[in-house]
């Protein structure tokens, strides 16, 4: 297949997320209605061919590419809960329908849709609606081929979890901007009972299965879904989070008092009669589940399960590398990076052994700011600091920039304990909400210092916001293309992010710079430790020993790292394999091009399509180096 490639300033007019820990994004998994609004909603519709290359039939580019928007607008509304992330507020009242039936539904639909797109003849399109038609058709069979595996995942864990992600959406997507967003909310927390009768089918049916969460889960999540029904109106404490977020929006609305107060205590209502028993029914199921789970961790513990691991490892690698493959590039990129942190220990004149380093690393008060709401103000306004100098060297970089705004942020004290170090969440394509950068700030210990300025450019600029947006913002690009992604490229370009500053001389202090090389060097010990639990039976307990020996993170980090790897078989490895395959495409065309090689245009090339898959990526990179080479030969 021949693609040929507009840089993203002419060809787009950038408008501008799981992180480092990126918070999983919902694919929407979702019938049709409400076509004309969506794409509205996503900046236009997508099927406009008037800047499209040379070659193909009008006609049929035209009907590809509306075809590509109905089945977007499809899955799109069955997920009232994606349509919210959105900034969208059709079916702001509801769930997402998470019942078996409902599933098995959405898979007879992606089965008929592959089979409408695979009537389309790729001769009669344009290169930018082939490329399309590729992912689009590669889409669908990777999950039509996944649907066996539907029941190896973990709804409940204490990454991500239906009865947190649920508060959390309220939280943080759903707006009250009038009385009729206010009741919509009421109406979802009164709908809660029904989502989790729903959720608890779900695990029972993996139960039966025996596909169950690692026991170590169980206190997380039992301990989150308390935090949720804790307060007023449930006790006598302050007010509880959903409470004091509903209290807090309706307050801001320019209605009567007594409207106001009117709706206050049809939340508080509906926070006693349904949002508590459906927390403590989960719980209750949650505490006889955790009474027959077991500390096996791996994903070979599941039926099939190096079949299914494989699978995972294809799916967020986007290559066929096996688990020993990934496993020794792991080995060699550990021994890389623990040579390029000696130097660096001769550079602060450190006299002692790596893990010496190490622990001085973990240890000295000075790489760590005081658990206090002081310490946390001050390195959320450090974080800020970066991000903002970092925007003023973009264009030493970068032709196309987002036009999004971007924040820092704590996570939220209710899910703090469990959550990631830290992750980034994409802006509303409506403007109507930011992009965000969320630093875990629960242990100030885990947060050192010295990673600071390489997590701000990982899930900030030059990273995760500046791709996700950039690639929200297309234009002329398909829905699906705009808000879906592949995880090998979307955090191989974060953790490239934290190498990119570092070329244009950021990371002044040698320390810091050593947190660069700490996060890189803990990107590549995930695969020497994710290939490690699922494929080669390491135990939960010998793969923290080997990460807490091979990095300079704290305990605490390593524990939550190695928990984390257990319930998410393979997304780990996403990263290194992502950034390696970015690098090696840059020094690539580096070497073919020579003088004539341009940053900012290899840039442009890399984000100019969105998210895709690293064979594909390789591809648009070689074309744009022979249509360089094509151009100075034609001088």
């Known amino acids: 297949m021949k693609l040929k490639l507009t840089l993203l300033a002419a060809a787009i007019s950038a408008l501008a997320i799981t992180g480092c820990d990126r918070e999983q994004t919902k694919t929407p998994e979702s019938s049709a209605a409400d076509s004309a609004q969506v794409a509205d909603q996503a900046k236009g519709n997508n099927a406009d061919t008037s800047d499209a290359t040379a070659g193909g039939n009008p006609e049929v580019i035209e009907k590809t590419n509306q075809l590509f928007e109905e ?33 098995e539904e959405t898979h007879e639909i992606k089965k008929s849709q592959l089979a409408d797109l695979k009537k389309i003849d790729p001769k009669q399109l344009d290169d930018a609606t082939r490329l399309s038609l590729e992912l689009a058709i590669r889409n669908l069979e990777q999950d039509i081929e996944g649907w066996k595996w539907r029941l190896h995942t973990y709804p409940v864990n204490q990454m991500y979890a239906v009865h947190t992600s649920a508060a959390s959406l309220l939280i943080n997507q759903h707006r009250i901007d009038n009385v009729s967003d206010a009741e919509a909310y009421i109406s979802r927390l009164n709908a809660l009972p029904t989502h989790f009768e729903q959720l608890i089918a779900n695990l029972k049916e993996r139960a039966d299965k025996g596909v169950i969460v690692p026991k170590f889960v169980f206190p997380y999540v039992i301990s989150d879904g308390n935090n949720l029904i804790t307060g007023a109106p449930f006790d006598d404490g302050k007010d509880s989070t959903l409470f004091a977020d509903f209290k807090g929006k309706v307050e801001k609305l320019e209605i009567a008092a007594e409207e106001k107060s009117a709706l206050i205590e049809q939340a508080k209502s509906a926070l006693l009669d349904s949002v508590k028993p459906a927390y403590e029914k989960l719980n209750g199921y949650l505490t ?15 039926p099939d399960g190096d079949k299914f691991y494989q699978h995972r490892l294809n799916v967020y690698t986007t290559t066929d590398m096996s688990a020993d493959e990934i496993h020794q590039k792991g080995l060699d990129e550990v021994k890389r990076i623990h040579n390029e942190m000696r130097e660096i220990m001769k550079t602060v004149k450190f006299d002692g052994t790596l893990q010496e380093f190490f622990e001085f690393m973990r240890t000295d008060e000075q790489f760590y700011y005081p658990e206090t709401e002081e310490g946390k103000q001050r390195y959320l306004k450090e974080a800020t600091a970066m991000i903002d100098n970092m925007k003023q060297r973009l264009d030493e970089l970068f032709i196309t920039k987002p036009k999004a705004d971007l924040i820092v942020k ?44 390489a997590l701000a450019y990982h899930e900030g600029v030059p990273g995760h916001h500046m791709q996700l947006s950039i690639m929200q913002e297309l234009e002329n690009v ?10 090998a490229y979307t955090e191989g370009w974060g953790l490239y992010s934290e190498l990119v500053p570092k070329e244009i001389g950021l990371y002044e202090d040698p320390y810091s710079d050593f947190g660069r090389l700490a996060m890189e060097l803990w990107r590549a010990c995930r695969l020497v430790v994710d290939t490690g639990l699922h494929s080669k039976k390491w135990t939960r307990e010998e793969t923290i020993d080997w990460l807490a020996e091979n990095s300079p993170n704290p305990q605490g980090d390593v524990v939550k790292a190695i928990e984390r790897y257990i319930v998410m078989p393979g997304q780990a490895t996403a990263y290194k394999i992502g950034m390696m395959k970015i690098v090696e495409l840059r020094e690539n065309a580096k070497q073919q091009l020579g003088d ?10 890399v984000l100019a399509n969105g998210a895709v898959p690293l064979d594909v990526l390789e591809e648009l990179v070689g074309e744009w180096v022979a249509s360089k ?4 030969a034609a001088q």
């Open 288 to 302: 006889e589940l955790e009474k027959v789970a077991t500390t096996d961790d791996g994903a070979w513990k599941l």
């Open 410 to 453: 704590a996570v939220e004290p209710f899910r703090e304990k469990s959550a990631g170090k830290a992750f980034y969440q994409r802006p509303a394509p409506d403007g109507s909400r930011p992009g965000i950068y969320y630093a875990n700030l629960y242990k100030m210990s885990s947060m050192p210092v010295y990673q600071m300025e």
């Open 71 to 103: 089945q977007f607008q499809t899955h799109l509304n069955r997920s009232p809960e994606f349509k919210t992330f959105l900034g969208m507020k059709d079916g702001y009242d509801k769930w997402d329908d998470i019942s078996p039936a409902f599933e």
């Open 629 to 632: 080479q094509d151009a100075a």
């Open 596 to 605: 004539k090689f341009d940053i900012r245009e290899f840039h442009d090339v």
């Open 478 to 487: 398909p829905s699906f293309r705009k808000f879906g992604g592949y995880t």
